[in-house]
Every structure is written in C-alpha cells, then in structure tokens.
Nanobody, 120 residues
Framework: QVQLVESGGGLVQAGGSLRLSCAAS????????MGWFRQAPGKEREFVAA????????YYADSVKGRFAFSRDNAKNTVYLQMNSLKPEDTAVYYC?????????????WGQGTQVTVSS
C-alpha cells in the first residue's frame, strides 16, 4: 500500500511560480513511476508530467512543456513539480499518482490533491 500526500498549492499571480511536493509512504517508492495530473472545474482530469521507472525519462503535456519541471528524490520518497510562468489556465486541483506498470489511464494510487489558483 502506498499513500501519497501533496502539498505546496496556493494562490499565485500570473507569471509566478509554485513548487508542489508529493510525499509517498512505504519502502518501495523507487519501484513506482510517478506522475502529476490536474483537474480544472468542469473539466476532466488531465496528464501534466510523469517519469518512467524503466528508462528514467520524464514526460510533459504540451501545455506545460518548458514551464514545468518534474523531479524525484528517492531518498526522501518525494516527487516535485516546479511550476514557472504560471498562467490562469493552470488553475486546477493537482494530483500525484503512482503506478508499478500499465498505463497512466489507471494508476495504482492517487493523492488527495492540492489546489493551485493563478490569478490574472
């Protein structure tokens, strides 16, 4: 069992930055690929960024590429999402997810989410 707890959300002006953190419980954190998703009001949850446990690569949605940076610290069982040049359309609840295999359409675990609000 893995529990994921996000933090770092808040209110920021357009052009500003935030860093989200996702702390995972359990001793098998390094076995999981980790990802970030977001859900804006009235919209479906969408992929933001993730890493690949097998190849060590990171992947980004086109809408955040060049502005957001994914990183992980296996010693701290934590992944981060550095968000720069934030836009009002980045406003959403951001969720952390973990999967051992399969696709990101059905990860094994979800966090509870953290709200990010970007004002214009």
């Amino acid at each position: 069992q893995v529990q994921l707890v996000e933090s770092g959300g808040g209110l920021v002006q357009a052009g500003g930055s935030l860093r989200l953190s996702c702390a995972a419980s359990g001793r098998t954190f390094s076995y999981y690929a980790m990802g970030w998703f977001r859900q804006a009001p009235g919209k479906e949850r969408e992929f933001v960024a993730a890493d690949s446990r097998s190849f060590g690569n990171t992947y980004y949605a086109d809408s955040v590429k060049g502005r957001f940076a994914f990183s992980r610290d296996n010693a701290k069982n934590t992944v981060y999402l550095q968000m720069n040049s934030l836009k009002p359309e980045d406003t959403a609840v951001y969720y952390c997810a973990a999967k051992r295999g399969g696709s990101w359409s059905s990860p094994d675990y979800w966090g509870q989410g953290t709200q990010v609000t970007v004002s214009s």
